[in-house]
């Protein structure tokens, strides 16, 4: 027989496809079993344990998501010879922490003759947004968890669902925990909308069970937080403190009535001319890799949401390692590259750092302006005379709430230059969310993105007299960081023009506060994957746009190659897109 493996389990109304980004990041057997979804969770756990005897495995660790959990818990409970370790992810502690059983929509499908009637009328548009809970919050729903939905029936479905009530009612998960005698992990998202964080926190809070919360993630991490599951999995990261989601916070919006301009077409059109290539996830440990860099060797920098700087090397096409250099202890956005051992990186808690990458050592460079706390820095450049320039999206807003700085449109952002000597200075201020930053080799002008304005503008550095330029306006999208390409300028587009904040832009300010309290997958516009290509007068050379889920709210971009990398503050991956041959 062969000694171990790893054996996935997945979740309600989902198939073995769920952990279809997670397999190719775990080493040695896996085996990833699609449930029966029995009438007991202990009946799936005795068939899951005649699998694993066929296959010949002596000792497994058994990686269950949400009901899959409890399938893997019954498991360990029963065959606990076999079962060497449990990951949890996002499993139901109680019945009462089950969010989406208190919902009428479950409830209508629970009843019988009539949820046979709904689910039977039920149209593929109505599932997929029935989904959009189970996965991270403003995240898109893939394909095949609509059509697993639909495979499972409302017959398994009730089946399925009735099993997990009966299987609590008897004794709760952390009770049943409590008597294992393996190691137990237990993963869980601080965002879940399906199932309670703060009772997954507590059923995770005992000195025997490793803790992984999991920011910004919700119900669905094995799809949407892929490199993180993987990396609890093959205990490459610490465990943590098993913390509870914070209150929600509302920031008090002041916002300023102004007429964006009239969108253009191209901003309702769902992919470009040029099509987008196919595009190749590099899944990450964690979420956010806002910017994007290149180093000498070509290997990829970026920042997490946690504070991790990491270190990517395309091996192949199929292959790539993940290197952890450094923690900022705040959240990193934009990134300059000194040298390979050195970057410069605006930490939108911390400010303006210095990160030694061979000892992960972090400076603060500059945490204040004008004896003002720096909130919200957001890119930077070094030029060759060792100045340093970078934006400051907003003084009115961290980075979680940058969508109410967009709709409040105040403009408080500005452009800041800091000099060897440590001095620094406001070269322009009053710039819409001032986000993505180029300087001239001759350090004459910066380019810089107003993703508020939705458009990219020079301003001298030499003559402050002269009138900023326009590069570029009225972008039919929201405009991000932007990178230097020879004479060309890649811009990424995060997410299409959104009708309803044109349209209540020009209304009195309590209409936008109440915009702002709606939710964030509405806020944020629709899903794409989107960058563009702009010359020195501003005319659009390259336009690539995908209107497939793979990748969305592309933040950063830079060419590699005949490849162009992306980063998104929302993706818990990196992209990588072959460019067309005329741009490659």
Same mark, same amino acid.
């Given at each position: 027989?062969?000694?171990?493996?790893?054996?996935?389990?997945?979740?309600?109304?989902?198939?073995?496809?769920?952990?279809?980004?997670v397999?190719?990041?775990?080493?040695?057997?896996?085996?990833?079993?699609?449930?029966?979804?029995?009438?007991?969770?202990?009946?799936?756990?005795?068939?899951?344990? &005649?699998?694993?005897r066929?296959?010949?495995?002596?000792?497994?660790?058994?990686?269950? !998501?949400?009901?899959? +959990?409890?399938?893997?818990?019954?498991?360990a409970?029963?065959y606990?010879?076999?079962?060497?370790?449990?990951?949890?992810?996002?499993?139901?502690?109680?019945?009462?922490? *089950?969010?989406?059983?208190?919902?009428?929509?479950?409830?209508?499908?629970?009843?019988?003759?009539?949820?046979?009637?709904?689910?039977?009328?039920?149209?593929?548009?109505k599932?997929?947004?029935g989904?959009?809970?189970?996965?991270?919050?403003?995240?898109?729903?893939?394909?095949?968890?609509?059509?697993?939905?639909?495979?499972?029936?409302? &017959?398994r479905?009730?089946?399925?669902?009735s099993?997990?009530d009966?299987?609590l009612?008897?004794?709760?998960?952390?009770? *049943?925990?409590?008597?294992?005698?393996?190691?137990i992990?237990?993963?869980?998202?601080?965002?879940?909308?399906?199932?309670?964080?703060?009772?997954?926190?507590?059923?995770?809070?005992?000195?025997?069970?490793?803790?992984?919360?999991?920011?910004?993630?919700?119900?669905?991490?094995?799809?949407?937080?892929?490199?993180?599951?993987?990396?609890?999995?093959?205990?490459?990261?610490?465990?943590?403190?098993?913390?509870? @989601?914070?209150?929600?916070?509302?920031?008090?919006?002041?916002p300023?009535?102004?007429?964006?301009?009239?969108?253009?077409?191209?901003a309702?059109?769902?992919?470009?001319?040029?099509?987008?290539?196919?595009?190749r996830?590099?899944?990450?440990?964690?979420?956010? @890799?806002?910017?994007?860099?290149?180093?000498?060797?070509?290997r990829?920098?970026?920042?997490?949401?946690? +504070?991790?700087?990491?270190?990517?090397?395309?091996v192949?096409?199929?292959?790539?390692?993940?290197e952890?250099?450094?923690?900022?202890?705040?959240?990193?956005? +934009?990134i300059?590259v000194?040298?390979?051992?050195?970057?410069? %990186?605006?930490?939108?808690?911390?400010?303006?750092?210095?990160?030694?990458?061979?000892?992960?050592?972090?400076?603060?460079?500059?945490?204040?302006?004008?004896?003002?706390?720096?909130?919200?820095?957001s890119?930077?450049v070094?030029?060759?005379?060792g100045?340093?320039?970078?934006?400051?999206?907003?003084?009115?807003?961290?980075?979680?709430?940058?969508?109410?700085?967009?709709?409040?449109h105040?403009?408080?952002?500005?452009?800041?230059?800091?000099?060897?000597d +440590?001095?620094?200075?406001?070269?322009?201020?009053?710039?819409?969310?001032?986000?993505?930053?180029?300087?001239?080799?001759?350090?004459?002008?910066?380019?810089?993105?107003?993703?508020?304005?939705?458009d990219?503008?020079?301003?001298?550095?030499?003559?402050?007299?002269?009138?900023?330029?326009?590069?570029?306006?009225?972008?039919?999208?929201?405009?991000?960081?932007?990178?230097?390409?020879?004479?060309?300028?890649?811009?990424?587009?995060?997410?299409?023009r959104?009708?309803? !904040?044109?349209? %209540?832009? *020009?209304?009195p300010?309590?209409?936008?506060r109440?915009?702002?309290?709606?939710?964030?997958?509405?806020?944020?516009?629709?899903?794409?994957?989107?960058?563009?290509a %702009?010359?020195?007068?501003?005319?659009?050379?390259?336009?690539?746009?995908?209107?497939?889920?793979?990748y969305?709210?592309?933040t950063?971009? %830079?060419? *590699?190659?005949?490849?162009?990398?992306?980063?998104?503050?929302?993706?818990?991956?990196?992209a990588?897109?072959d460019?067309?041959?005329?741009?490659?």
């Amino acid at each position: 027989m062969t000694s171990e493996a790893i054996v996935l389990l997945h979740g309600l109304g989902a198939s073995a496809a769920a952990w279809d980004r997670v397999v190719p990041l775990l080493p040695g057997n896996v085996l990833a079993l699609d449930l029966a979804g029995s009438e007991t969770i202990e009946h799936d756990a005795l068939a899951v344990a &005649r699998e694993i005897r066929v296959a010949g495995f002596e000792s497994v660790t058994v990686v269950g !998501h949400s009901r899959g +959990g409890l399938v893997a818990t019954s498991l360990a409970e029963q065959y606990p010879a076999l079962v060497r370790r449990l990951v949890l992810v996002a499993t139901t502690p109680t019945i009462s922490s *089950r969010l989406t059983a208190r919902g009428l929509s479950e409830k209508i499908l629970r009843t019988p003759l009539l949820g046979d009637a709904v689910w039977a009328m039920l149209p593929a548009k109505k599932l997929r947004k029935g989904l959009g809970s189970a996965f991270a919050p403003g995240g898109p729903v893939p394909e095949f968890a609509v059509q697993d939905l639909v495979n499972t029936g409302i &017959r398994r479905f009730r089946t399925s669902t009735s099993s997990i009530d009966h299987y609590l009612e008897e004794r709760s998960l952390s009770e *049943r925990l409590a008597a294992l005698g393996c190691s137990i992990s237990v993963v869980y998202g601080l965002d879940d909308r399906r199932v309670d964080s703060a009772q997954m926190a507590l059923s995770a809070s005992s000195p025997t069970i490793d803790a992984y919360p999991l920011p910004y993630e919700g119900h669905g991490a094995p799809w949407s937080s892929a490199g993180a599951i993987a990396a609890v999995i093959n205990e490459q990261v610490a465990p943590s403190e098993a913390r509870r @989601p914070l209150p929600a916070h509302s920031p008090s919006l002041r916002p300023v009535r102004w007429t964006p301009p009239r969108s253009t077409d191209r901003a309702r059109e769902k992919e470009s001319v040029v099509p987008m290539g196919p595009i190749r996830r590099v899944e990450l440990p964690g979420r956010g @890799p806002e910017d994007v860099r290149l180093d000498s060797q070509g290997r990829i920098l970026t920042g997490l949401h946690d +504070g991790r700087v990491l270190r990517v090397t395309l091996v192949d096409e199929t292959t790539s390692t993940v290197e952890t250099l450094a923690d900022t202890g705040g959240r990193p956005l +934009g990134i300059a590259v000194v040298d390979d051992s050195t970057v410069l %990186v605006c930490d939108s808690e911390r400010g303006v750092l210095r990160v030694d990458l061979d000892s992960g050592g972090v400076e603060v460079v500059l945490d204040r302006l004008d004896n003002v706390p720096i909130t919200f820095a957001s890119n930077i450049v070094q030029a060759a005379t060792g100045n340093i320039y970078f934006t400051v999206s907003t003084r009115r807003f961290g980075f979680d709430d940058f969508l109410a700085d967009l709709l409040e449109h105040s403009g408080t952002g500005h452009l800041v230059k800091l000099m060897p000597d +440590g001095t620094a200075r406001i070269v322009v201020d009053g710039i819409q969310f001032a986000n993505g930053l180029t300087v001239s080799d001759n350090e004459e002008f910066a380019t810089v993105v107003s993703s508020g304005n939705f458009d990219i503008t020079r301003y001298s550095l030499v003559d402050s007299a002269s009138q900023p330029q326009i590069l570029i306006d009225n972008l039919p999208a929201f405009p991000d960081n932007v990178s230097v390409d020879g004479d060309l300028t890649w811009v990424s587009m995060a997410t299409p023009r959104n009708a309803l !904040h044109d349209f %209540v832009a *020009r209304l009195p300010g309590i209409i936008r506060r109440v915009a702002y309290s709606l939710p964030e997958e509405i806020r944020q516009g629709e899903q794409t994957t989107w960058v563009i290509a %702009v010359d020195g007068d501003g005319s659009v050379v390259h336009d690539l746009q995908s209107p497939t889920p793979d990748y969305s709210m592309v933040t950063s971009v %830079v060419r *590699r190659g005949a490849q162009l990398i992306l980063g998104s503050i929302s993706e818990s991956a990196l992209a990588v897109v072959d460019l067309p041959e005329d741009a490659s």
